[in-house]
């Protein structure tokens, strides 16, 4: 008995002990796409867009200076006129005065990006410290961490005197608690104390300055004041907007300055890294990478932020596994390949492996095959295997494979599932992308792309002023064939559409224009991928992503919801007829009234005789009576001047009960009174 109950005593040991453990082994799909090499040049480009020569600037402000500086170091961009944008934030600052704190804040951070901060100090020494001090001691929430930000990267740099920093250092320690007391019931942070409530842009900032405090003071109390913050994340976190994919607070900058401040957090405090989950970091990971197409300095600076949060991190790293090709012949099945990468399209060192293999129709079936190992390819940073003797039919197939990077403190393993179509029955030849000036143009080698089927082209910019035609052929068996339905997808992140292709001989195509492009695109500027569907119920359904294409629209976006807002319907009221004279309607109104005043002036005129009114029951019986005819006209009344008509008719049922029965009461009363005397 005593053995029976030492082993029961061992397992519930055993599960309390490891269950938190092995709830932290949690495996995710990890990320669907990735912000590429040909994403960056596209921001690299949009930032040198916005340079102006002039004032050297990018933009129209020091603060879009910063945005932009911000970006292009941050994806290692060299920036050849920095010793201009250098000079001319240093002359912005001296101007200033140092008034502006957040003036002083964008040209200090852009100082200290280009470099140009190292020793140096900015002059007038004197109004930095009073401006300073005087925003740690009485500054909204967002001056107080600009002034701790601009102090530290100061200090970092060795650009402030040592007589500044005796009178800032005292005052850091009653900033943290000047923070924490801004803090309200559910984590967020108000501007001041007398604020009914706080924002989500004030608990960014405090996140980061308060990691930054505590970096910088060590001291046990600060800690204990950054544990307060940290008990109270998770608040803060269930105010996120969710969808299936993606997790977002507010908007992207929202979003941005929230994530930094809450990983800046967590490298001060491994209570966060409990908080939130490896599924989170992935969520808004997906979110990120929906917001590519950037239209301002401060959406670029706010993404290229966060999408380098999400790649160097101490809680989790996303991953993203996608395939080389997603169609192969049956012939092609001895080299399936994946690539395993970061956020930024980086490889991982990593193993692969595929969990299994089920037909796309019956997901839930037997798998087709299980537990196969890729091997590396070093050659281009691929995990490769041999399917050929698999025996694998035509069809579509899902395909799982288990990722388990090496690096495991940074990265969590994933199960990703994706869709390999194996295809004899049709093949795609001669797939062409043409662009020109003119449509009789389309057919010169110089202009034209041609790609392989089941390959993709890399991204092509076509010009606003010309014309596009995608050109292929569908063969069976070596045989021209006309597929059912054939169309081509342009989808981005913000805006998708599919058209139908044209089929002519024994080709398809599809020609558009600029302000084709633009109708069914509703207008956004960006980059699309163009997927060729093809479905026939004689065939596999197939869908191939062959190709990448830049375009750009002159006139404004336009929304593409199917119930656009409409413009206010406006109507033309039939003009009031003519009405008689005032004089007719007050004649008319009197002569109305007339039968009343009649009724009165006889009254005095003729004199009342009370002596038969009833007495007893008689007199209940008529005075309710009476009342129940007077409130059925106040009724009738009340109902002319403002009630409605179902409420009338509810309180006139309700009051015919007791007219109808003192109304018989009370003639019953009067025709046994008539009764008598007639007798006597």
């Not at 039919?393 to 990722?403: A, I, R, W």
Request: charged share 20%; proline share 3%.
């Amino acid at each position: 008995m005593k053995l029976i109950i030492l082993i029961v005593l061992s397992i519930l040991i055993s599960i309390v002990i490891s269950g938190p453990a092995q709830s932290k082994i949690t495996t995710t799909r990890g990320i669907s796409n990735v912000y590429s090499k040909n994403d960056i040049n596209n921001i690299k480009q949009f930032i040198s867009s916005k340079y102006n020569g002039n004032t050297k600037f990018y933009g129209e402000s020091l603060k879009d200076t910063f945005y932009g500086v911000g970006v292009l170091t941050r994806i290692g961009e060299a920036i050849e006129a920095s010793k201009d944008i250098c000079k001319q934030t240093k002359e912005q600052i001296k101007q200033n005065k140092y008034t502006d704190i957040e003036l002083v804040f964008n040209g200090v951070s852009i100082l200290s990006e280009l470099k140009c901060l190292q020793g140096e100090s900015l002059g007038n020494e004197q109004q930095l410290q009073e401006l300073l001090k005087n925003k740690l001691e009485n500054g909204v929430l967002l001056e107080k961490t600009q002034a701790i930000n601009i102090y530290f990267t100061l200090s970092t740099a060795k650009a402030i005197e040592s007589k500044t920093i005796s009178v800032i250092d005292p005052l850091l320690q009653q900033t943290v608690s000047t923070l924490v007391s801004l803090m309200d019931e559910d984590g967020t942070f108000k501007s001041i104390g007398t604020d009914d409530e706080g924002n989500l842009q004030n608990t960014a900032a405090a996140y980061f300055a308060l990691a930054r405090l505590s970096h910088r003071l060590k001291s046990n109390e600060v800690d204990k004041s950054v544990a307060k913050v940290v008990n109270k994340v998770d608040t803060v976190l269930a105010s996120a907007d969710e969808t299936t994919d993606s997790l977002y607070f507010n908007d992207l900058s929202t979003t941005s300055s929230l994530l930094h401040g809450l990983l800046s957090l967590a490298s001060v405090n491994d209570k966060v890294a409990d908080i939130i989950s490896n599924k989170q970091i992935n969520q808004i990971s997906e979110y990120l990478l929906k917001q590519k197409n950037v239209e301002s300095l401060s959406d670029a600076y706010h993404l290229i932020v966060a999408l380098k949060r999400c790649q160097k991190n101490s809680i989790s790293q996303p991953i993203s596994l996608s395939l080389v090709k997603s169609i192969y012949s049956p012939s092609g099945l001895n080299d399936i390949r994946v690539r395993v990468t970061d956020i930024f399209e980086q490889p991982i060192e990593s193993s692969v492996l595929i969990n299994k293999v089920v037909s796309s129709k019956n997901p839930r079936s037997t798998p087709i095959l299980s537990g196969k190992e890729m091997k590396f390819q070093s050659t281009d940073n691929t995990f490769a295997i041999d399917l050929s003797n698999e025996n694998l039919k035509l069809g579509s197939y899902n395909f799982e494979f288990k990722v388990q990077p090496v690096d495991t403190e940074s990265y969590k393993s994933i199960t990703n599932t994706q869709m390999v179509t194996i295809t004899g029955a049709v093949t795609v030849n001669d797939m062409k992308l043409s662009f020109a000036p003119k449509s009789d143009q389309l057919g010169s080698p110089k202009t034209t792309n041609e790609v392989q089927f089941g390959q993709k082209l890399s991204l092509i910019e076509i010009p606003s002023n010309n014309v596009a035609r995608i050109f292929f052929r569908i063969a069976s068996e070596g045989q021209p064939y006309q597929a059912q339905q054939v169309g081509i997808r342009f989808h981005s992140p913000a805006r998708e559409a599919v058209v139908p292709t044209t089929f002519s001989a024994d080709a398809y195509s599809y020609t558009f224009t600029n302000k084709d492009a633009c109708k069914i695109l509703g207008c956004q500027s960006g980059n699309y991928q163009l997927d060729l569907i093809i479905g026939d119920q004689s065939i596999t359904p197939l869908q191939w992503n062959f190709g990448e294409i830049n375009l750009k629209f002159n006139q404004s976006t336009v929304s593409t919801n199917r119930y656009p807002e409409q413009l206010p319907i406006s109507h033309n009221f039939r003009q009031a007829e003519k009405r008689p004279p005032q004089s007719v309607s007050s004649l008319f109104t009197i002569l109305v009234l007339s039968p009343i005043a009649i009724f009165v002036f006889g009254l005095l005129f003729v004199g009342t005789n009370l002596g038969r009114f009833p007495t007893g029951m008689g007199f209940i019986y008529t005075m309710t009576f009476i009342g129940c005819v007077s409130a059925t006209g106040l009724l009738i009344v009340n109902y002319w001047l403002q009630s409605r008509m179902d409420v009338t008719l509810k309180n006139l049922a309700l009051l015919m009960i007791p007219l109808v029965f003192f109304g018989h009461k009370s003639m019953s009363y009067y025709s046994g009174l008539s009764s008598n005397i007639k007798k006597d």
